[in-house]
């Protein structure tokens, strides 16, 4: 069982920049592939970013340039660094992980993960 908790949200004006964290429970981090979603009102939650136990990585078009994912295995920590922010960007950002089954493949599927945090929002105003 992986328990996931976000921090890092808040509201910036556009261009700003904010640091999202997920801080995962657990001996199996280093083996997770971990995910960002994101979901905006009245919309469906759509993948945002993930990166592999290789460190391999995968981002939307929407973001790529923009955001950073990185992983932290001593601290168990998974981040994302989201520059140069647009009103857009405004949704509820929820951390995910798998099984911890070493794919090498990254899914940009909800169905892919198993475990999830509770969300943190992100607001961004023009």
């Known amino acids: 069982q992986v328990q996931l908790v976000e921090s890092g949200g808040g509201s910036v004006q556009a261009g700003g920049s904010l640091r999202l964290s997920c801080v995962a429970s657990g001996r199996t981090f280093s083996r997770n592939t971990m995910g960002w979603f994101r979901q905006a009102p009245g919309k469906e939650r759509e993948f945002v970013a993930a990166?592999?136990?290789?460190?391999?990585?995968s981002y939307t078009d929407s973001v790529k340039g923009r955001f950073t994912i990185s992983r932290d295995n001593a601290k168990n920590t998974v981040y994302l660094q989201m520059n140069s922010l647009k009103p857009e960007d405004t949704a509820v950002y929820y951390c995910?992980?798998?099984?911890?089954?070493?794919?090498?493949?990254?899914?940009?599927?909800?169905?892919?993960?198993?475990?999830w945090g509770q969300g943190t929002q992100v607001t961004v105003s023009s």
């Open positions: 990166i592999g136990w290789s460190g391999v990585t």
């Open positions: 995910a992980a798998d099984s911890g089954k070493l794919t090498s493949v990254i899914f940009p599927t909800a169905t892919a993960y198993n475990y």
